[in-house]
């Protein structure tokens, strides 16, 4: 399965974007869907993931309230929408498939087959 990135942009602090995840190449209906980000000369982290089971959504605490993350399986397409965005938020994101859908494995990293190239995301005033 092939994973592609878009949306990333340069936005103002307290503005929006939606970046997407379209998969090609492979099923994409079996995975859940998740999104990490990296910030320049930090590890990559966990931002949400969204169940292939239960639809179940799950967030870091630094997104919580502000991100969403959502699917529609018809397009094979992922996406995470970012509100309120701040200079923290500054970061490449990337979007994996993970063919397990708990709590626990859909936060670590390991745990995902397949990931995008990135897409960046600049808050800057």
Known sequence: VQLQASGGGL????GSLRISCVASGGPFTPYSLGWFRQAPGKEREFVAAISYRTRQTYYSDPVKGRFTIYRDNAKNTGYLQL?????DDTAIYFCALNPYYT???LTSRSRYDYW??????TVSS
């Open 83 to 87: 509100n309120n965005l701040k200079p």
């Open 103 to 105: 709590l626990s494995d």
């Open 11 to 14: 936005v103002q602090p307290g």
């Open 116 to 121: 995008g190239q990135g897409t960046l995301v």
